[in-house]
């Protein structure tokens, strides 16, 4: 089984459970189970600010380096 990164890891945001920035901010909602395709996660971090829906941050996530790495199959 190959591994498949995750956007925490990726974006080393500290959000995963445990991480050092969880007790802070929270756990990400991405985190466990949707770390591969966070974009359609609501309350995810970008850019250090928790974003809102999955709607109203579609913008932001067409531009993110780590969605385009996962559809282009880089991540």
Known sequence: MVYRAQCWEYNKCGREGGGINAAQ?????AYPDDGRRCWGVAGTLC???VQGTSAQKID????CSWRKNVKTGLA
């Open 60 to 63: 932001s996530c067409q531009e």
């Open 25 to 29: 901010l929270g756990t990400c909602p």
């Open 47 to 49: 850019d250090g600010e």
